[in-house]
């Protein structure tokens, strides 16, 4: 009996009814973010609930039990109060304008023992008790904060977070999740999909019951996934949601599924393998995979042990996903993929008149007969023009002949893409009349490395369009590697996917350009480095200049790293540029971890103060300081950084902006009026740490322990007490990243 009531008793602990948990606001159930959010480093692994734009809201206590832990920071939550539930949950109200006033003398306390704004203290059980309904603090913008609101967290007795909209709360909602793209990413080393080896996006369609379908019949070679971008919706506002949950079904099996229930915060660093990070570092939409490879941890998230990568047998397949809400409501997405073999065709000239040409399509590699095609108009430069129309078709035993008006042929390239009998697509064919202005020996080709989870592709593009077949050499001192290389379009050569290890202390990709009797050969010179998780390496730029150490945690999986110098990059609005600019790459890799980079610099910058190493950030377009160690001895400057960023070293000789004070200087106050003290500042080159040694703040000559939030950039201090009539002073010191330093002195009055 005793063992069966123990059981008993933990299902009643860990899991506490919907309808017991209590909404933290009076304001309406409103959220602007949910549970389980991509943030790239991290899940978001709460509910972001709005307060109307305002702060000093009314936060209540969602359960009865009692006040386990205070916090205040800078960063992360801000301000935060956390709470034990008589049902074993944990709960964590964030970015608090202010606690209780009971807890607010419990802080100030903790602040002048510590002799610090920052405090992380815990208490017992029998201290501070809470029902539920009871007022738990006020809701503010304090921490990582873009905008007034109550970060809640609903965790398990593990202190696990758990999605508090199927754990914690059952609110209405009728709206299903809107579902905007479909990316298939081919996976293995010879895959493809609609005869590319790159990965494809496809919009979806709508039909008038709800269901989502394919544009067209997908063709796919080799083992490829699914991604999605889609996106959850709710009444009463804008915001787009994270999804709860998501199925993968192949001719009605499933293959793959994935669950946003509960998330440990040891597996928040997975959340780039989650999501495509090439198309989204490459802005092409957050795509989450439906998939998951080897190398990649399976997580809480993975609700089954299928890893979502297909390798269909040759025919036509059906594929339908599932996307659902915490509600129920449901999503579907319906559609049709050929597994075939590579294809190729040749297409020639059989008929012309002084209005149509007829050209002959026929497979030359993979012997199903060509059905239909598809042709393109690329201008006489290869600019992609518009789609021709096909005003006649004839099959003709395997071949397939096409008629089109002569007039949209006319001075333009034809790429032709062919379809065969089981839907898939074959490799495009390039056919012209066109006579080129150059030839291959005065064509200047610019190469490109792509890199992909499984492998790396060079792509070399012409600056004019010549009739010509192109090869790819690897070489270093000893090794000697030749590979042909595809036209994806008239200006366009594509190299097969290249194993990592292939391309490992390669210095040399040369480019033969061939056509006829006549070729053109070009070298280009790269340092390229085959990385490993748990293992430690180093690159190099070709100047030496720039070099890059990963550490045994950087990568979830193999891959080739590289240093690009760059001519064209962001302007370098403030400060003083002091370096050439290099890009890391690949710049889209996904990583695990952090890595070290070093910039050196010359001999005439030695004695020059305040040197750092930035790296552009896209989100805000913006040039962003790295802490940095100055080896003076070396003349090298090193950093720490998460991403494949451009780089570049920047002097930093400004200091600090005090854009505005309250009170201000010279101002006389109502008595009731000052409550606060507020100092809005900026730093436009290294910023301001979110750190205490970046501030000093006195009032009336007594040291205060103010708040920082680094998002708006704004120092608050609230008093505790009414202040008293007459004059006061405020000394204020702030000082950036590299020590440049800003005094102001506050004289005002109070009656």
């Not at 209540?60 to 039990?65: N, P, Q, R, S």
């Amino acid at each position: 009996m005793k063992l069966h009531f123990t059981i008993l008793f933990f299902l009643i602990v860990d899991f506490a009814s919907p309808e017991e948990v209590l909404w933290p606001t009076t304001l309406g159930k409103y959220f602007s973010s949910n549970f389980g959010e991509n943030r790239d480093d991290h899940f978001h692994m709460g509910v972001d609930i709005k307060t109307n734009g305002k702060i000093g809201m009314e936060v209540l206590a969602v359960e009865d039990g009692y006040i386990s832990r205070l916090r205040s920071n800078y960063k992360g939550y801000g301000k935060a109060i956390y709470q034990r539930t008589n049902s074993g949950h944990e709960v964590v109200y964030g970015h608090l304008e202010a606690f209780t006033p009971v807890m607010e003398k419990v802080w100030r306390l903790q602040q002048a023992k510590r002799r610090s704004y920052i405090v992380d203290t815990q208490f017992s059980s029998r201290e501070f008790q809470v029902k539920k309904g009871d007022l738990i603090g006020f809701s503010g913008n304090t921490g990582n904060s873009f905008a007034p609101h109550i970060h809640f967290e609903y965790r398990d007795s593990k202190s696990v977070p758990l999605n508090p909209l199927t754990m914690a709360f059952e609110l209405e909602d009728q709206i299903m999740p809107v579902a905007r793209e479909l990316a298939v990413i081919p996976l293995s080393q010879n895959a493809l999909v609609n005869a590319s080896p790159l990965t494809q996006t496809f919009p979806l369609f709508r039909d008038k019951s709800g269901v989502y379908h394919f544009p067209d019949t997908i063709s796919v070679f080799g083992e490829f996934g699914f991604a999605m971008n889609v996106v959850d919706k709710r009444e009463g506002t804008n915001n787009v949601y994270q999804f709860h949950r998501a199925e993968l079904m192949v001719d009605g099996n499933l293959e793959f599924e994935l669950s946003y229930d509960r998330i440990p915060f040891n597996q928040g660093k997975f959340a780039k393998t989650m999501i495509e990070y090439d198309l989204k570092r490459k802005n092409l939409g957050e795509f989450q995979k439906l998939y998951r490879l080897p190398e990649h941890r399976k997580i809480s998230i993975h609700s089954s042990d299928k890893s979502g990568i297909l390798g269909l047998a040759p025919g036509v397949h059906s594929i339908e996903i599932r996307i659902f809400d915490a509600h129920g409501n449901k999503t579907i997405i319906k559609g049709t993929v050929a597994a075939t073999f590579p294809m190729t065709l040749e297409a020639s000239e059989i008929f012309r008149d002084d209005k149509v040409v007829t050209l002959a399509l026929s497979p030359k590699r993979g012997g199903l007969a060509i059905r239909d095609a598809v042709v393109y108009s690329f201008t006489k430069y290869g600019f992609a023009d518009k789609k021709v129309e096909i005003i006649h078709s004839e099959q003709v035993k395997k071949d397939l002949h096409i008629t089109l008006q002569l007039r949209s042929v006319k001075d333009r390239i034809l790429q032709v893409i062919g379809i065969n009998q089981l839907g898939g697509m074959v490799d495009p064919f390039h056919w012209t009349d066109i006579k080129p202005e150059i030839s291959v020996v005065d064509i200047r080709p610019d190469l490109k490395i792509s890199n992909t989870q499984r492998g790396l592709f060079f792509q070399v593009e012409l600056d004019h369009f010549v009739p010509a077949k192109a090869t790819m050499r690897l070489a270093n001192d000893n090794t000697f590697m030749s590979y042909p290389m595809n036209q994806i379009n008239p200006n366009t050569f594509l190299t097969e996917k290249l194993s990592h290890n292939i391309v490992n202390k390669m210095i040399y990709v040369d480019i033969e350009l061939q056509d006829k009797d006549l070729s053109r050969e070009t070298r280009f010179n790269y340092l390229l480095e085959h990385v490993e998780p748990g293992k430690e390496s180093f690159v190099f730029s070709n100047d030496r200049d720039c070099s890059m150490k990963t550490l045994p945690g950087t990568f979830f999986q193999n891959s080739i790293i590289w240093i690009d110098r760059v001519e064209k990059h962001a302007k370098i609005k403030d400060g003083f540029h002091m370096s050439p600019v290099y890009q890391l790459q690949p710049f889209d890799l996904a990583l695990k971890g952090s890595f070290q980079v070093g910039i050196r610099y010359v001999r005439d910058l030695v004695e020059h103060s305040n040197l750092g190493i930035y790296y552009f950030d896209p989100k805000p377009e913006k040039w962003t300081y790295a802490e940095t160690t100055n080896n003076r001895k070396k003349q090298i400057l090193t950093a720490e950084l998460e991403r494949m960023d451009a780089i570049t070293i920047i002097q930093d000789l400004d200091p600090p902006i005090v854009k505005s004070t309250y009170p201000g200087n010279g101002g006389q106050y109502h008595i009731g009026d000052v409550t606060k003290i507020v100092i809005k500042v900026d730093d436009l080159i290294s910023g301001i740490a979110p750190n205490e040694e970046s501030f000093s703040l006195k009032f009336n000559d007594d040291l205060l322990y103010p708040g920082f939030q680094p998002i708006k950039k704004v120092v608050t201090y609230n008093f505790d007490k009414r202040i008293e009539r007459g004059p006061h002073k405020i000394d204020f010191k702030v000082q950036d990243r590299m020590g440049n330093e800003s005094n102001e002195v506050i004289y005002f009055s109070v009656y």
